[in-house]
């Protein structure tokens, strides 16, 4: 490979930039009117403005993108996420094209996209879903016969769901039916694909997922796993690894159930196989993701292996250097995810940063696009990038987290720094003893 097109903008367009610049690769950037001065404007070799600010103007226009890439001479396409990462169509465009995806297959993209189909996938393997509908539910009757055989609370999810949309819980029968209808409408907006399913709602599990990389050559291997429990409207805000909860013993079961399904649809790229743990200690298979995680950072520092690196040797149709999966992992690791939003109300906060000051020291690493002057366009995610500290154990992590978000500083626009070392301090959190409920507990309690 000699030269990549970023099909993103943002935190991770630089960071792939940057992978692509230590392998001796070119760059290709792809950007909207509003972002010209964006880092990944600047910082790529070549930089082709592609439509509007509204990304289904510029980021989402298949038609630009490929006309760049024509133009521009590439060999492949990194989508990074959000945006046209997991859109199998574009893929396929792609493979057409004779370009290089970064990524996995359409089909397997389409397959593992759908969260029934992945489901179906995962119990054949044999690894243990949350009971539910095997099958997407269509009519009100058919939700009530679920509801009753697998009891309340319940969730709804949308099949083509993502972002933490589109689910609704339900405590109880009364509500099914309005639920279950703005369930299936929300769907059909939001994704395009009204189909929803439906599965048992643990109350306060924790979020644990699995790292996965897969060669063309059949080689698979997990790279322990992320805890990613501290999350406000199912979104995840900070993550760390190892899970406090999860030992030797523990990883190894999950790591072994994040292979099967991998080895199960033949899956090539990285990859990440999402579970909910219980208090119990049993793990239930949710969904998996087909790309590059915004949370990649914490596994990076706990393995030393440079994800986005191997992610682009693996679509460059190299072997895994590494064939041996991690059951032990390196000191620990946290990140914070850095918004530019109300702490308390979360409504996205643009515009220009008048001042910034980036913390830095042993063991703290940033990742974002941010500088001072840098003006946050209104169109996008609100994410400014992402704050990660290494320890050489989760007390010196949390220690370092703390003193890192202190020397933060961002001026000019709101963020949820202030936020993050509240909940970085919090007893229980200090405990590792979160589930995905914490957030919520802690604003309804109004501390
Ligand atoms: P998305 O693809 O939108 O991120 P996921 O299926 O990965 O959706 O779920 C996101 C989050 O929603 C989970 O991390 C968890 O906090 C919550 N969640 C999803 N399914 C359940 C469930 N069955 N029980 C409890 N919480 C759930």
């Keep these: 490979m000699r ?67 024509a133009v521009s001479g590439i060999d492949a396409i990194h989508p990074g996420y959000g945006f046209l990462a997991e859109n199998h169509k574009f893929a396929h465009i792609c493979q057409q094209y004779k370009i290089k995806f970064i990524g996995p297959s359409p089909q397997q993209i389409k397959q593992l996209g759908n969260k029934v189909e992945a489901k179906k996938i995962a119990a054949a393997a044999g690894v243990r879903l949350l009971q539910g509908s095997a099958d997407p539910v269509a009519a009100e009757t058919e939700a009530l016969q679920v509801a009753r055989r697998i009891g309340y609370p ?58 996965i990389m897969a060669d063309a050559h059949g080689n698979v291997i997990h790279l322990g796993e992320r805890d990613c429990s501290i999350q406000r409207h199912h979104q995840k805000i900070i993550e760390e690894a190892p899970c406090p909860l999860v030992n030797k013993k523990l990883r190894l079961r999950m790591g072994n159930a994040a292979l099967k399904i991998a080895r199960a649809c033949n899956y090539e790229s990285l990859g990440t196989v999402e579970f909910l743990l219980d208090q119990n200690g049993t793990f239930y298979f949710i969904e998996m993701n087909t790309r590059i995680q915004v949370e990649h950072p914490v596994t ?92 050489q154990d989760r007390e010196e992590a949390l220690a370092r ?38 957030i919520a507990e802690l604003l309804n309690s109004g501390k």
Excluded: W
């Excluded at 099909?7 to 930039?17: K, L, S, T």
């Excluded at 309005?178 to 399913?197: I, T, Y």
């Design 300 to 391: 990076e520092m706990v393995t030393g292996i440079d994800l986005v690196k191997e992610q682009i040797k693996i679509a460059a149709g190299e072997k895994l250097t590494r064939l041996t999966s991690f059951t032990q992992l390196q000191g620990h690791a946290i990140e914070c995810r850095i918004n530019a939003e109300d702490a308390v109300t979360f409504v996205p906060s643009p515009g220009k940063i008048t001042d910034c000051h980036l913390p830095g020291g042993p063991g703290v690493r940033i990742d974002s696009m941010i500088y001072n002057g840098y003006r946050v366009p209104p169109d996008y995610d609100s994410m400014l990038g992402k704050l990660i500290v290494h320890g």
């Design 401 to 438: 987290m703390n003193r890192a978000l202190q020397e933060l500083q961002i001026e000019g626009i709101k963020t949820n720094i202030n936020f993050h070392s509240k909940v970085i301090n919090h007893p229980a959190f200090r405990r590792g003893e979160c589930s995905t409920g914490f």
């Design 154 to 211: 319940l969730i709804i999810k949308a099949a083509a769901g993502g972002g933490g949309r589109g689910m609704k819980i339900v405590h109880a029968e009364e509500q099914l039916k309005n639920r279950f209808r703005v369930a299936q409408s929300e769907a059909e907006a939001f994704f395009g694909n009204p189909q929803v399913f439906i599965e048992r709602y643990l109350t306060s599990p924790r979020h644990v997922e699995i790292q």
């Design 3 to 69: 030269k990549i097109l970023i099909a993103n903008r943002g935190e991770i367009a630089v960071r792939i930039i940057r992978a692509c610049r230590e392998l001796g690769i070119g760059t290709v950037a792809i950007c909207s009117t509003v972002d010209r001065e964006a880092l990944h404007s600047r910082l790529a070799d070549e930089c082709y403005c592609v439509g509007a600010a509204p990304s289904r103007k510029s980021y989402l226009s298949v038609a630009q993108i490929m006309s760049v890439a």
